[in-house]
C-alpha cells in the first residue's frame, strides 16, 4: 500500500506504543494526527519526530470525552480529511495496585468502569465519530491484549481484563457493522496483542521494546496484506479469542 500522504489517527500518542506507532506510520510517510490528552507532555515528546520533518500533528484528545472526539472529526473534515487507519491505542491498567485492586475479590467497581470508559469505550466513541471519514480500504485497529484473551482467561486484573476482552467484542462487532459501509469500502476492523512491551504500562521487565510492540499494530494499518476483518492478532499471526 502506498501510505504517502494518507491519514492515521493514534489514540494515546504522546508516550509507549502510542508513540513509537506514530513514529513508525510517519517514518512510512503518512500525516499522523497523534491524539493526546496532556498537550504540554505531547509537545515535548513528539517535537523531536516533527523536527526531523515527519509529518505529525498534535490533536488535544481525551477518549472519555466524545465531544473531543467529534471535534476530531469536524477537524478533519473542514480540512477535507479522509481517514485510512484508525488506531485505538489509549489505555490504562488501574488494577494492578498493591492496595488489594489486582485481587478480584477486591476490585472496586468503580474503578472496573473508569477503565472500560477508557479502554472499550474510548474505542467505541472514536470509531462512532470517525467512521463517516473513513476511506476506501480503512484500517481501524484496535489495541487489545492477552489479558483479554478467553482462551487462557486467569486469575487477577479483572477490571483490565474485562475492557480487552470487551474490546474484542467491540472489534468483532464493528468489523460486521462496517463491511458494507458504504458498499465495497473494504474496512478492516482488527484487534491486536502487543506482546508485553517495556512501557509504563508493561514496566521494565516485559520481553519487547516498543518497535518490537508496535510492529503488527503497525502492519495491520498499512500492509498490503491485510485482507480480513474481525481477527485478533500477535506477531503477526492469528490467535484465538
Ligand atoms: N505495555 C504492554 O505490555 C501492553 C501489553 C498489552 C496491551 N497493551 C496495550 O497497549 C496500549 C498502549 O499501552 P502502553 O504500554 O503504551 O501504555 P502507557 O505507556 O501507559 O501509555 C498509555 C497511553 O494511553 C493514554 N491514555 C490513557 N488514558 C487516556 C484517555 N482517557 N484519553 C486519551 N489517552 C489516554 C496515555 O496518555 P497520558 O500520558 O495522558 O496518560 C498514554 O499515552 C494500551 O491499550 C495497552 O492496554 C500494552
Not at 523531536?48 to 515527519?54: A, E, F, R
Not at 481525551?62 to 488506531?87: F, M, S
Not at 472496586?108 to 463517516?132: C, H, K, S, V, Y
Not at 484473551?149 to 470487551?166: F, H, I, V
Request: proline share 3%.
Amino acid at each position: 500500500m502506498n501510505n504517502i500522504n494518507k491519514m492515521a489517527i493514534v489514540t494515546g500518542a504522546n508516550r509507549g506504543i502510542g508513540l513509537e506507532i506514530t513514529r513508525q506510520l510517519a517514518n512510512q510517510g503518512w500525516q499522523v494526527a497523534a491524539c493526546c490528552r496532556d498537550i504540554n507532555q505531547a509537545a515535548a515528546a513528539l517535537k523531536p519526530l516533527q523536527d526531523q520533518g515527519l509529518s505529525i500533528e498534535l490533536r488535544k484528545l481525551d477518549v472519555t470525552r466524545k465531544g473531543d472526539c467529534e471535534a476530531l472529526a469536524k477537524w478533519l473534515q473542514t480540512g477535507e480529511q479522509q481517514v485510512h487507519a484508525l488506531i485505538n491505542n489509549a489505555g490504562v491498567l488501574m488494577d494492578n495496585q498493591a492496595d488489594g485492586s489486582a485481587d478480584p475479590l477486591q476490585l472496586d467497581p468503580t474503578m472496573a468502569m473508569e477503565t472500560f470508559n477508557i479502554n472499550t469505550l474510548g474505542a467505541l466513541r472514536m470509531i462512532q465519530a470517525l467512521t463517516p471519514l473513513l476511506a476506501e480500504g480503512a484500517r481501524v485497529v484496535n489495541v487489545s491484549s492477552g489479558m483479554g484473551q478467553l482462551a487462557s482467561m486467569g486469575d487477577g486484573y479483572l477490571a483490565y481484563r474485562m475492557s480487552k476482552t470487551a474490546l474484542n467484542a467491540l472489534t468483532k462487532v464493528m468489523a460486521a457493522r462496517l463491511a458494507n459501509i458504504p458498499a465495497g469500502a473494504k474496512i478492516r476492523v482488527n484487534a491486536v496483542c502487543p506482546g508485553w512491551v517495556r512501557t509504563d504500562m508493561g514496566g521494565q521487565q516485559a520481553d519487547l521494546d516498543v518497535s518490537q510492540g508496535a510492529d503488527t499494530i503497525v502492519w495491520l494499518a498499512s500492509s498490503e496484506e491485510i485482507t480480513t476483518s474481525g481477527g485478533y492478532y500477535r506477531d503477526r499471526k492469528p490467535i484465538d479469542w
